[in-house]
Protein backbone atom coordinates (compact mmCIF):
# COMPACT_ATOMS: atom_id res chain seq x y z
CA UNK A 1 0.00 0.00 0.00
CA UNK A 2 1.26 3.39 -0.63
CA UNK A 3 0.89 6.20 1.54
CA UNK A 4 0.97 9.83 0.78
CA UNK A 5 3.26 11.76 2.91
CA UNK A 6 0.98 14.44 4.06
CA UNK A 7 -2.31 12.66 4.89
CA UNK A 8 -3.87 9.32 6.70
CA UNK A 9 -5.67 6.63 5.15
CA UNK A 10 -8.43 5.15 6.97
CA UNK A 11 -5.60 2.59 9.17
CA UNK A 12 -3.64 5.75 10.18
CA UNK A 13 -7.05 7.81 11.44
CA UNK A 14 -7.97 4.71 13.14
CA UNK A 15 -4.67 4.11 14.42
CA UNK A 16 -4.60 7.62 15.96
CA UNK A 17 -7.37 7.54 17.14
CA UNK A 18 -6.81 4.36 19.34
CA UNK A 19 -3.32 5.62 20.74
CA UNK A 20 -5.77 8.75 21.57
CA UNK A 21 -8.08 6.90 23.34
CA UNK A 22 -5.49 4.83 25.27
CA UNK A 23 -3.99 8.01 26.74
CA UNK A 24 -6.94 9.50 27.63
CA UNK A 25 -8.52 6.41 29.53
CA UNK A 26 -4.85 6.19 31.17
CA UNK A 27 -5.54 10.23 32.59
CA UNK A 28 -8.95 8.66 33.84
CA UNK A 29 -7.24 5.52 35.86
CA UNK A 30 -9.82 3.67 33.71
CA UNK A 31 -7.76 0.75 33.50
CA UNK A 32 -3.94 0.39 34.67
CA UNK A 33 -1.57 1.25 31.64
CA UNK A 34 -0.81 -2.24 30.70
CA UNK A 35 -4.36 -3.49 29.93
CA UNK A 36 -5.12 -0.02 28.26
CA UNK A 37 -1.85 -0.38 25.98
CA UNK A 38 -2.28 -4.58 25.56
CA UNK A 39 -5.94 -3.65 24.51
CA UNK A 40 -5.21 -0.90 21.66
CA UNK A 41 -2.48 -3.26 20.59
CA UNK A 42 -5.13 -6.54 19.68
CA UNK A 43 -7.76 -3.84 18.29
CA UNK A 44 -5.15 -2.51 15.47
CA UNK A 45 -4.45 -6.04 15.08
CA UNK A 46 -8.17 -7.37 14.86
CA UNK A 47 -8.92 -4.44 12.32
CA UNK A 48 -6.12 -5.81 10.12
CA UNK A 49 -3.53 -2.29 10.47
CA UNK A 50 -0.67 -5.00 11.91
CA UNK A 51 -0.39 -8.61 11.77
CA UNK A 52 -0.23 -10.95 14.21
CA UNK A 53 3.57 -11.26 13.85
CA UNK A 54 4.01 -7.74 14.07
CA UNK A 55 1.55 -7.60 17.58
CA UNK A 56 3.73 -10.06 19.22
CA UNK A 57 6.75 -8.62 17.74
CA UNK A 58 7.14 -6.56 20.94
CA UNK A 59 7.70 -9.68 23.41
CA UNK A 60 10.85 -10.76 21.35
CA UNK A 61 12.44 -6.95 21.41
CA UNK A 62 15.66 -7.55 23.02
CA UNK A 63 15.61 -4.24 24.89
CA UNK A 64 12.19 -5.83 26.65
CA UNK A 65 14.07 -8.82 27.24
CA UNK A 66 17.18 -7.28 28.58
CA UNK A 67 15.10 -5.66 31.32
CA UNK A 68 13.23 -9.01 32.41
CA UNK A 69 17.16 -9.85 33.09
CA UNK A 70 17.54 -6.86 35.13
CA UNK A 71 14.57 -7.15 37.04
CA UNK A 72 16.13 -11.12 37.89
CA UNK A 73 19.91 -9.38 38.29
CA UNK A 74 18.38 -6.79 41.00
CA UNK A 75 16.43 -9.54 42.34
CA UNK A 76 19.80 -11.10 43.21
CA UNK A 77 21.55 -8.08 44.52
CA UNK A 78 18.52 -7.27 47.16
CA UNK A 79 18.09 -10.76 48.37
CA UNK A 80 21.83 -11.95 49.07
CA UNK A 81 21.89 -7.95 50.51
CA UNK A 82 24.27 -6.53 48.33
CA UNK A 83 22.49 -3.76 47.53
CA UNK A 84 22.03 -2.96 51.28
CA UNK A 85 25.66 -3.24 51.60
CA UNK A 86 26.22 -0.52 48.89
CA UNK A 87 23.60 2.02 50.54
CA UNK A 88 24.59 1.11 54.30
CA UNK A 89 27.05 4.13 54.11
CA UNK A 90 26.08 6.65 51.81
CA UNK A 91 24.24 8.71 54.77
CA UNK A 92 27.63 8.67 56.80
CA UNK A 93 27.32 11.22 59.49
CA UNK A 94 25.26 13.45 57.65
CA UNK A 95 22.62 15.23 60.12
CA UNK A 96 20.50 17.89 58.22
CA UNK A 97 18.67 17.42 55.20
CA UNK A 98 20.88 19.53 53.32
CA UNK A 99 24.19 17.46 53.97
CA UNK A 100 21.93 14.02 53.49
CA UNK A 101 20.90 15.46 49.80
CA UNK A 102 25.11 16.15 49.15
CA UNK A 103 26.01 13.11 50.64
CA UNK A 104 23.50 11.19 48.45
CA UNK A 105 23.73 13.08 44.91
CA UNK A 106 27.02 11.86 43.94
CA UNK A 107 26.97 8.28 44.94
CA UNK A 108 23.10 7.58 43.83
CA UNK A 109 24.12 8.98 40.21
CA UNK A 110 27.02 6.46 40.10
CA UNK A 111 25.17 3.78 41.30
CA UNK A 112 21.99 4.26 39.23
CA UNK A 113 24.03 4.65 35.59
CA UNK A 114 25.11 1.14 36.42
CA UNK A 115 21.94 -0.40 38.00
CA UNK A 116 18.37 -0.22 37.17
CA UNK A 117 17.28 2.94 38.63
CA UNK A 118 14.15 1.73 39.70
CA UNK A 119 15.72 -0.76 41.81
CA UNK A 120 18.21 1.88 43.39
CA UNK A 121 15.17 3.91 44.74
CA UNK A 122 13.57 0.86 45.97
CA UNK A 123 16.95 -0.11 47.83
CA UNK A 124 17.31 3.48 49.17
CA UNK A 125 13.77 4.17 50.23
CA UNK A 126 13.65 3.09 53.72
CA UNK A 127 17.25 3.80 54.20
CA UNK A 128 16.00 7.02 53.46
CA UNK A 129 12.85 7.22 54.97
CA UNK A 130 14.49 5.58 58.10
CA UNK A 131 17.34 8.17 58.23
CA UNK A 132 14.39 11.23 58.13
CA UNK A 133 12.74 9.45 60.79
CA UNK A 134 15.94 9.63 63.57
CA UNK A 135 16.92 13.19 62.24
CA UNK A 136 13.75 14.73 62.44
CA UNK A 137 13.39 15.86 58.61
CA UNK A 138 10.81 15.71 56.52
CA UNK A 139 10.80 13.01 53.79
CA UNK A 140 9.13 15.05 51.13
CA UNK A 141 13.25 17.27 51.88
CA UNK A 142 14.39 13.83 50.39
CA UNK A 143 12.45 11.51 48.58
CA UNK A 144 11.40 13.21 45.36
CA UNK A 145 15.27 14.55 45.29
CA UNK A 146 16.29 10.85 45.06
CA UNK A 147 13.69 9.69 42.62
CA UNK A 148 15.18 12.65 40.37
CA UNK A 149 18.66 11.84 40.63
CA UNK A 150 18.47 8.60 39.94
CA UNK A 151 16.64 9.70 36.45
CA UNK A 152 19.82 11.69 35.98
CA UNK A 153 22.24 8.48 36.27
CA UNK A 154 20.45 6.31 34.49
CA UNK A 155 20.57 8.32 31.85
CA UNK A 156 24.20 8.44 31.23
CA UNK A 157 24.48 4.17 30.50
CA UNK A 158 22.78 2.32 28.56
CA UNK A 159 21.41 -0.18 31.32
CA UNK A 160 20.42 2.53 33.73
CA UNK A 161 17.19 3.57 32.79
CA UNK A 162 14.67 0.84 30.71
CA UNK A 163 14.13 3.77 27.80
CA UNK A 164 17.77 3.89 26.95
CA UNK A 165 17.75 -0.34 26.33
CA UNK A 166 13.99 -0.12 24.90
CA UNK A 167 15.07 2.39 21.94
CA UNK A 168 18.91 0.21 21.59
CA UNK A 169 16.49 -2.34 20.80
CA UNK A 170 14.78 -0.32 18.22
CA UNK A 171 17.72 0.98 17.17
CA UNK A 172 19.20 -2.63 16.46
CA UNK A 173 15.81 -3.32 13.99
CA UNK A 174 16.83 -0.36 12.29
CA UNK A 175 18.80 -0.60 9.14
CA UNK A 176 20.44 2.57 9.05
CA UNK A 177 21.26 3.31 13.10
CA UNK A 178 23.90 0.70 14.90
CA UNK A 179 22.87 -0.17 18.73
CA UNK A 180 23.29 2.11 21.56
CA UNK A 181 27.16 2.16 22.82
CA UNK A 182 26.84 1.53 26.63
CA UNK A 183 28.54 5.48 27.30
CA UNK A 184 27.47 6.79 24.26
CA UNK A 185 24.19 8.68 26.23
CA UNK A 186 26.72 9.83 28.81
CA UNK A 187 27.83 12.40 26.29
CA UNK A 188 25.10 14.26 27.10
CA UNK A 189 24.06 12.48 30.69
CA UNK A 190 26.52 13.71 32.05
CA UNK A 191 25.66 17.47 31.34
CA UNK A 192 22.40 16.81 32.93
CA UNK A 193 23.45 15.59 35.61
CA UNK A 194 25.77 18.77 36.36
CA UNK A 195 22.57 21.15 35.48
CA UNK A 196 20.04 18.44 37.57
CA UNK A 197 21.75 18.52 40.60
CA UNK A 198 22.99 22.13 40.40
CA UNK A 199 19.36 22.92 39.90
CA UNK A 200 18.09 20.66 42.95
CA UNK A 201 20.72 22.43 44.96
CA UNK A 202 20.17 25.94 44.42
CA UNK A 203 16.49 26.11 43.28
CA UNK A 204 14.75 22.82 43.73
CA UNK A 205 15.22 22.02 47.26
CA UNK A 206 13.68 25.43 47.91
CA UNK A 207 10.49 24.42 46.19
CA UNK A 208 10.07 20.90 47.88
CA UNK A 209 7.25 20.68 50.56
CA UNK A 210 8.43 19.76 53.77
CA UNK A 211 5.39 17.61 55.37
CA UNK A 212 5.85 14.72 58.10
CA UNK A 213 5.91 10.89 56.89
CA UNK A 214 2.06 9.88 57.73
CA UNK A 215 4.39 6.33 59.08
CA UNK A 216 5.64 8.93 61.93
CA UNK A 217 2.20 9.72 63.06
CA UNK A 218 1.42 5.96 62.76
CA UNK A 219 4.51 4.84 64.83
CA UNK A 220 2.98 5.48 68.67
CA UNK A 221 0.13 3.00 67.64
CA UNK A 222 2.29 0.06 66.16
CA UNK A 223 2.61 -3.51 67.44
CA UNK A 224 5.78 -3.40 70.05
CA UNK A 225 7.73 -6.77 69.79
CA UNK A 226 10.26 -8.38 72.27
CA UNK A 227 13.52 -10.00 70.64
CA UNK A 228 16.74 -11.35 71.99
CA UNK A 229 19.62 -11.26 69.30
CA UNK A 230 22.63 -12.49 70.16
CA UNK A 231 26.59 -11.18 68.43
CA UNK A 232 28.09 -13.84 66.90
CA UNK A 233 31.89 -14.65 67.47
CA UNK A 234 33.66 -12.43 64.27
CA UNK A 235 30.92 -10.33 63.90
CA UNK A 236 31.71 -7.15 62.50
CA UNK A 237 29.79 -5.29 65.13
CA UNK A 238 32.34 -6.60 68.08
CA UNK A 239 34.67 -3.81 69.21
CA UNK A 240 31.96 -0.77 67.93
CA UNK A 241 30.09 1.16 70.28
CA UNK A 242 26.04 0.88 70.24
CA UNK A 243 25.90 3.66 68.73
CA UNK A 244 28.54 3.21 65.75
CA UNK A 245 26.54 0.11 65.46
CA UNK A 246 23.66 1.79 64.23
CA UNK A 247 21.59 0.16 67.44
CA UNK A 248 20.60 3.52 68.46
CA UNK A 249 18.55 4.59 66.60
CA UNK A 250 16.81 2.21 64.00
CA UNK A 251 13.52 3.58 63.88
CA UNK A 252 10.88 1.99 65.73
CA UNK A 253 13.35 -0.18 68.10
CA UNK A 254 14.61 0.47 71.81
CA UNK A 255 17.73 -1.32 72.67
CA UNK A 256 16.43 -2.52 76.38
CA UNK A 257 19.45 -4.21 77.79
CA UNK A 258 22.42 -6.55 77.41
CA UNK A 259 23.13 -9.36 78.63
CA UNK A 260 27.04 -10.18 79.00
CA UNK A 261 27.24 -13.55 81.20
CA UNK A 262 25.96 -12.89 84.12
CA UNK A 263 25.53 -9.37 84.44
CA UNK A 264 22.60 -6.91 82.60
CA UNK A 265 23.84 -3.58 81.65
CA UNK A 266 20.57 -1.73 81.74
CA UNK A 267 20.08 0.97 80.36
CA UNK A 268 22.28 0.98 77.75
CA UNK A 269 24.48 4.28 76.89
CA UNK A 270 25.23 4.78 73.44
CA UNK A 271 28.89 4.47 73.86
CA UNK A 272 28.45 0.86 75.33
CA UNK A 273 31.19 -1.56 73.62
CA UNK A 274 29.54 -4.54 72.03
CA UNK A 275 31.48 -8.12 72.51
CA UNK A 276 31.32 -11.47 70.95
CA UNK A 277 28.26 -13.72 72.64
CA UNK A 278 26.63 -10.36 73.99
CA UNK A 279 22.74 -11.14 74.26
CA UNK A 280 21.04 -8.08 73.15
CA UNK A 281 16.94 -7.34 73.88
CA UNK A 282 15.02 -5.11 72.13
CA UNK A 283 11.67 -3.97 71.77
CA UNK A 284 10.50 -2.71 68.63
CA UNK A 285 8.21 -2.56 65.08
CA UNK A 286 7.74 -5.64 63.19
CA UNK A 287 9.79 -4.33 60.04
CA UNK A 288 12.53 -3.21 62.29
CA UNK A 289 12.47 -6.65 64.29
CA UNK A 290 13.02 -8.38 60.82
CA UNK A 291 15.78 -5.53 59.63
CA UNK A 292 17.57 -6.65 62.78
CA UNK A 293 18.30 -10.56 61.26
CA UNK A 294 19.39 -9.11 57.67
CA UNK A 295 22.25 -7.29 60.05
CA UNK A 296 25.43 -9.73 59.40
CA UNK A 297 26.40 -11.14 62.49
CA UNK A 298 23.49 -10.66 64.51
CA UNK A 299 21.45 -14.05 64.77
CA UNK A 300 17.76 -14.64 66.82
CA UNK A 301 18.81 -16.02 69.88
CA UNK A 302 15.70 -18.52 69.68
CA UNK A 303 17.61 -19.62 66.26
CA UNK A 304 21.00 -20.09 67.68
CA UNK A 305 19.43 -22.31 70.71
CA UNK A 306 16.96 -24.41 68.56
CA UNK A 307 17.83 -23.90 64.97
CA UNK A 308 16.13 -21.72 62.17
CA UNK A 309 12.69 -23.06 61.32
CA UNK A 310 11.23 -23.47 57.43
CA UNK A 311 14.41 -25.32 55.33
CA UNK A 312 16.93 -23.13 53.37
CA UNK A 313 17.22 -19.96 53.74
CA UNK A 314 15.58 -18.53 50.44
CA UNK A 315 12.58 -21.09 51.39
CA UNK A 316 11.64 -19.14 54.91
CA UNK A 317 9.13 -16.64 55.49
CA UNK A 318 8.37 -14.38 58.38
CA UNK A 319 4.43 -14.55 59.41
CA UNK A 320 2.41 -13.10 62.59
CA UNK A 321 -0.18 -15.58 64.94
CA UNK A 322 -2.23 -14.43 67.47
CA UNK A 323 -2.43 -17.32 70.44
CA UNK A 324 -6.13 -18.46 70.57
CA UNK A 325 -8.22 -19.29 73.90
CA UNK A 326 -7.79 -22.56 73.44
CA UNK A 327 -4.26 -22.93 72.41
CA UNK A 328 -1.88 -25.66 73.96
CA UNK A 329 0.72 -22.40 74.25
CA UNK A 330 -1.15 -20.99 77.15
CA UNK A 331 0.68 -21.18 80.28
CA UNK A 332 3.21 -22.42 79.22
CA UNK A 333 7.01 -20.55 77.77
CA UNK A 334 7.99 -20.63 74.59
CA UNK A 335 10.88 -23.00 75.50
CA UNK A 336 8.84 -25.61 77.26
CA UNK A 337 6.11 -25.41 74.48
CA UNK A 338 8.34 -27.16 72.41
CA UNK A 339 6.92 -24.74 69.40
CA UNK A 340 9.11 -25.43 66.85
CA UNK A 341 8.94 -29.21 66.88
CA UNK A 342 5.13 -28.65 66.88
CA UNK A 343 5.08 -26.34 64.57
CA UNK A 344 7.99 -26.51 62.37
CA UNK A 345 8.55 -22.53 63.35
CA UNK A 346 10.76 -20.72 65.29
CA UNK A 347 9.52 -17.73 67.38
CA UNK A 348 11.80 -14.50 66.80
CA UNK A 349 9.84 -12.03 68.95
CA UNK A 350 6.44 -11.55 70.77
CA UNK A 351 4.18 -8.75 71.56
CA UNK A 352 1.44 -8.27 74.56
CA UNK A 353 -0.48 -5.33 74.02
CA UNK A 354 -0.34 -2.66 76.41
CA UNK A 355 2.68 -4.17 78.02
CA UNK A 356 6.33 -4.26 77.63
CA UNK A 357 7.81 -7.37 78.22
CA UNK A 358 11.06 -8.43 79.27
CA UNK A 359 13.50 -11.12 79.54
CA UNK A 360 14.67 -13.92 77.52
CA UNK A 361 11.42 -14.52 74.60
CA UNK A 362 12.26 -18.47 75.67
CA UNK A 363 11.23 -17.70 79.42
CA UNK A 364 8.27 -15.84 78.11
CA UNK A 365 4.72 -17.61 79.68
CA UNK A 366 2.08 -17.60 76.53
CA UNK A 367 -1.23 -15.62 77.31
CA UNK A 368 -4.19 -15.20 75.69
CA UNK A 369 -3.63 -12.94 72.41
CA UNK A 370 -0.36 -12.99 72.59
CA UNK A 371 0.91 -12.20 69.26
CA UNK A 372 3.69 -14.31 68.05
CA UNK A 373 6.87 -13.02 65.21
CA UNK A 374 7.47 -16.52 63.31
CA UNK A 375 9.80 -17.99 60.85
CA UNK A 376 8.59 -20.45 59.07
CA UNK A 377 8.68 -22.24 56.00
CA UNK A 378 7.10 -21.18 52.48
CA UNK A 379 3.50 -23.07 53.48
CA UNK A 380 3.14 -22.49 57.35
CA UNK A 381 0.27 -19.86 56.45
CA UNK A 382 -2.00 -22.18 54.34
CA UNK A 383 -1.23 -25.26 56.49
CA UNK A 384 -2.24 -23.08 59.96
CA UNK A 385 -4.37 -20.38 58.67
CA UNK A 386 -7.58 -22.60 59.86
CA UNK A 387 -6.18 -24.15 63.10
CA UNK A 388 -7.81 -23.50 66.02
CA UNK A 389 -4.75 -22.73 68.22
CA UNK A 390 -4.38 -19.64 66.34
CA UNK A 391 -7.01 -16.59 66.13
CA UNK A 392 -5.41 -15.18 63.30
CA UNK A 393 -2.12 -16.21 60.77
CA UNK A 394 -0.98 -13.26 58.53
CA UNK A 395 2.29 -13.08 56.38
CA UNK A 396 4.67 -10.33 57.00
CA UNK A 397 5.19 -8.96 53.08
CA UNK A 398 8.45 -8.68 51.74
CA UNK A 399 10.13 -9.98 54.89
CA UNK A 400 12.92 -13.22 53.85
CA UNK A 401 16.45 -13.76 55.75
CA UNK A 402 19.16 -12.29 53.04
CA UNK A 403 21.42 -14.71 51.42
CA UNK A 404 24.18 -12.87 53.21
CA UNK A 405 26.51 -15.62 52.40
CA UNK A 406 25.96 -15.33 48.55
CA UNK A 407 26.19 -11.18 48.72
CA UNK A 408 29.83 -11.24 46.74
CA UNK A 409 28.74 -13.74 44.07
CA UNK A 410 26.18 -11.05 43.33
CA UNK A 411 28.55 -8.23 43.07
CA UNK A 412 30.65 -10.32 41.23
CA UNK A 413 28.08 -11.34 38.75
CA UNK A 414 26.79 -7.64 38.38
CA UNK A 415 30.51 -6.46 37.99
CA UNK A 416 30.53 -9.54 35.04
CA UNK A 417 27.46 -7.94 33.48
CA UNK A 418 29.02 -4.70 33.54
CA UNK A 419 32.27 -6.23 32.00
CA UNK A 420 30.37 -7.96 28.64
CA UNK A 421 28.10 -4.72 28.56
CA UNK A 422 31.18 -2.72 27.63
CA UNK A 423 33.36 -4.81 26.05
CA UNK A 424 30.68 -6.03 23.95
CA UNK A 425 31.37 -9.73 23.45
CA UNK A 426 28.19 -10.54 23.42
CA UNK A 427 24.83 -9.08 22.59
CA UNK A 428 23.31 -6.79 25.48
CA UNK A 429 20.11 -9.12 25.61
CA UNK A 430 22.27 -12.36 26.10
CA UNK A 431 24.67 -10.92 28.64
CA UNK A 432 21.64 -10.11 30.55
CA UNK A 433 19.28 -13.35 30.12
CA UNK A 434 23.23 -15.32 30.93
CA UNK A 435 23.74 -13.35 34.29
CA UNK A 436 20.22 -13.51 35.28
CA UNK A 437 20.39 -17.63 35.01
CA UNK A 438 23.77 -17.11 36.73
CA UNK A 439 21.85 -15.34 39.60
CA UNK A 440 19.58 -17.76 40.37
CA UNK A 441 22.15 -20.86 39.32
CA UNK A 442 24.55 -19.77 42.03
CA UNK A 443 21.69 -19.74 44.96
CA UNK A 444 22.08 -15.61 45.13
CA UNK A 445 17.91 -16.01 44.11
CA UNK A 446 15.60 -18.82 43.91
CA UNK A 447 13.82 -19.21 40.56
CA UNK A 448 10.28 -18.52 42.27
CA UNK A 449 11.36 -15.56 44.05
CA UNK A 450 12.88 -13.82 40.95
CA UNK A 451 9.73 -14.24 39.30
CA UNK A 452 8.02 -12.46 41.69
CA UNK A 453 10.50 -9.53 41.54
CA UNK A 454 10.21 -9.27 37.45
CA UNK A 455 7.66 -6.36 36.58
CA UNK A 456 5.19 -8.59 34.55
CA UNK A 457 2.64 -5.62 33.90
CA UNK A 458 6.08 -3.23 33.18
CA UNK A 459 6.76 -5.87 30.13
CA UNK A 460 3.67 -6.06 28.89
CA UNK A 461 3.45 -2.68 29.03
CA UNK A 462 6.11 -2.15 27.16
CA UNK A 463 5.71 -4.57 24.73
CA UNK A 464 2.24 -3.62 23.85
CA UNK A 465 3.57 -0.57 23.53
CA UNK A 466 5.63 -1.85 21.00
CA UNK A 467 2.67 -3.59 19.00
CA UNK A 468 1.45 0.44 18.48
CA UNK A 469 4.23 1.51 17.62
CA UNK A 470 4.53 -1.31 14.68
CA UNK A 471 1.16 0.25 13.79
CA UNK A 472 2.00 4.03 13.60
CA UNK A 473 4.69 2.82 10.76
CA UNK A 474 2.58 0.42 9.23
CA UNK A 475 -0.10 2.70 9.02
CA UNK A 476 1.69 5.37 7.62
CA UNK A 477 0.80 7.49 10.13
CA UNK A 478 4.33 8.12 11.77
CA UNK A 479 5.07 9.07 7.95
CA UNK A 480 2.27 11.44 7.90
CA UNK A 481 2.88 12.67 11.87
CA UNK A 482 6.18 13.83 10.81
CA UNK A 483 5.39 15.04 7.77
CA UNK A 484 3.12 17.61 9.42
CA UNK A 485 5.81 18.36 12.29
CA UNK A 486 8.84 18.70 9.58
CA UNK A 487 5.99 21.36 7.82
CA UNK A 488 5.13 23.20 11.00
CA UNK A 489 8.79 23.64 11.79
CA UNK A 490 10.31 24.04 8.46
CA UNK A 491 11.08 27.67 8.55
CA UNK A 492 13.50 27.32 11.34
CA UNK A 493 15.08 23.60 10.07
CA UNK A 494 16.29 20.75 11.62
CA UNK A 495 16.82 22.10 14.90
CA UNK A 496 13.49 22.80 15.31
CA UNK A 497 12.00 19.67 14.32
CA UNK A 498 15.12 18.33 16.78
CA UNK A 499 13.19 20.57 19.64
CA UNK A 500 10.12 19.09 18.96
CA UNK A 501 10.37 15.40 18.89
CA UNK A 502 12.02 16.35 22.02
CA UNK A 503 9.28 17.97 23.79
CA UNK A 504 6.53 16.10 22.33
CA UNK A 505 8.40 12.72 23.65
CA UNK A 506 8.44 14.49 27.27
CA UNK A 507 4.37 15.41 27.11
CA UNK A 508 4.19 11.56 26.25
CA UNK A 509 6.13 10.58 29.21
CA UNK A 510 4.75 13.17 31.73
CA UNK A 511 0.92 11.49 30.24
CA UNK A 512 1.54 7.71 29.97
CA UNK A 513 5.58 5.78 31.40
CA UNK A 514 8.82 6.13 29.92
CA UNK A 515 9.25 2.88 28.26
CA UNK A 516 5.60 3.47 26.18
CA UNK A 517 6.39 7.02 25.18
CA UNK A 518 10.10 5.95 23.70
CA UNK A 519 8.07 2.58 22.00
CA UNK A 520 5.38 5.04 20.47
CA UNK A 521 7.45 7.83 19.09
CA UNK A 522 10.97 6.10 17.88
CA UNK A 523 9.11 5.71 14.82
CA UNK A 524 7.97 9.48 14.52
CA UNK A 525 11.60 10.13 15.37
CA UNK A 526 13.27 8.31 12.35
CA UNK A 527 10.35 9.24 9.91
CA UNK A 528 10.74 13.15 10.86
CA UNK A 529 14.95 12.37 10.02
CA UNK A 530 13.81 10.83 6.81
CA UNK A 531 11.45 13.59 5.71
CA UNK A 532 13.95 15.99 6.48
CA UNK A 533 17.35 13.65 4.84
CA UNK A 534 18.88 13.77 7.84
CA UNK A 535 20.82 10.97 9.88
CA UNK A 536 18.35 9.65 12.43
CA UNK A 537 20.50 9.18 15.03
CA UNK A 538 20.23 12.80 17.02
CA UNK A 539 16.61 12.02 16.74
CA UNK A 540 16.60 8.85 18.25
CA UNK A 541 18.61 10.50 21.20
CA UNK A 542 15.78 13.51 21.43
CA UNK A 543 13.27 10.66 21.92
CA UNK A 544 16.06 9.09 25.01
CA UNK A 545 16.57 12.16 27.00
CA UNK A 546 13.02 13.72 26.51
CA UNK A 547 11.09 9.87 27.67
CA UNK A 548 13.92 9.99 30.35
CA UNK A 549 13.79 13.05 31.57
CA UNK A 550 10.27 13.48 33.18
CA UNK A 551 10.26 15.35 36.48
CA UNK A 552 6.85 17.43 36.39
CA UNK A 553 4.20 14.50 37.19
CA UNK A 554 4.26 11.28 39.25
CA UNK A 555 2.77 9.32 36.34
CA UNK A 556 5.42 9.19 33.63
CA UNK A 557 8.26 7.48 35.84
CA UNK A 558 7.88 4.65 37.96
CA UNK A 559 10.57 5.70 40.38
CA UNK A 560 8.20 8.66 41.21
CA UNK A 561 5.49 6.37 41.86
CA UNK A 562 7.46 4.72 44.51
CA UNK A 563 8.14 8.02 46.84
CA UNK A 564 5.06 9.35 46.22
CA UNK A 565 3.29 7.95 48.98
CA UNK A 566 6.52 8.12 51.63
CA UNK A 567 7.12 11.24 51.04
CA UNK A 568 3.58 12.56 51.54
CA UNK A 569 3.21 14.28 47.78
CA UNK A 570 0.90 15.90 45.89
CA UNK A 571 0.47 16.25 42.39
CA UNK A 572 1.33 19.68 42.28
CA UNK A 573 4.62 19.78 44.08
CA UNK A 574 6.34 17.54 41.09
CA UNK A 575 4.49 19.92 38.88
CA UNK A 576 6.35 22.62 40.49
CA UNK A 577 9.99 21.55 41.80
CA UNK A 578 9.88 19.18 37.92
CA UNK A 579 8.85 21.72 35.67
CA UNK A 580 11.73 24.26 35.43
CA UNK A 581 13.83 21.05 35.38
CA UNK A 582 11.90 19.80 32.31
CA UNK A 583 13.06 23.14 30.51
CA UNK A 584 16.35 23.53 31.90
CA UNK A 585 17.34 20.26 30.29
CA UNK A 586 15.28 20.28 27.20
CA UNK A 587 17.18 23.43 26.39
CA UNK A 588 20.39 21.65 27.27
CA UNK A 589 19.24 18.36 25.17
CA UNK A 590 18.66 20.36 22.02
CA UNK A 591 21.86 22.66 22.09
CA UNK A 592 24.02 19.38 22.66
CA UNK A 593 22.64 16.47 20.62
CA UNK A 594 23.39 18.37 17.31
CA UNK A 595 26.98 18.57 18.66
CA UNK A 596 27.88 15.17 19.23
CA UNK A 597 25.20 13.66 16.42
CA UNK A 598 25.56 16.13 13.82
CA UNK A 599 22.49 16.06 11.03
Not at 304 to 318: D, F, H, L, T, V
Not at 372 to 398: I, K, R, W
Amino acid sequence: MTIGAGWLTWEGWVTVAVIVGVFLAMLRGLATPDVLLLAGAVLVAVLGIITPAELLSGFANPGMLTIAGMFVVAAGLRETGALDRLGRGMLGTARTGGTALTRLAPQVTLLSAFLNNTAVVAMLLPIVSDWCRRHGVSPSRLLMPLSYITLLGGACTLIGTSTNLIVSGLMAQTPSLAPLGFFEPARVGLLAVVVGLAYLALVGRRLLPDRRDLLVEMGAHAREYLANMRIEPGSRLVGLTVEQAGLRRLPGLFLIEIQREDRIIAPVEPDEILQAQDRLTFAGVVGTIVDLERIPGLVSEEHEENGAAGGPAGERRYCEAVVSGTSPLIGRTIRDSNFRAMYNAAVVAVHRGGTRLTGRVGDIVVRRGDTLLLQTGPHFVPAHCNNADFYLVSSVEDARPVRHQRAFVALFLLALLIVLLITGVIPVVVAALAVAGLMIGTGCVSAGVARRYVQWDVLLAIAAALGLGEALKASGAATALAHTLVGLTSAWGPLAALAAVYLVTVIFTEIVTNAAAAALLFPLAVSVAGELGVDARGFAMAVIFGASFGFATPIGYQTHMMVFGPGGYRFADFLRVGLPLNVLLWILAVAVIPLFWPF
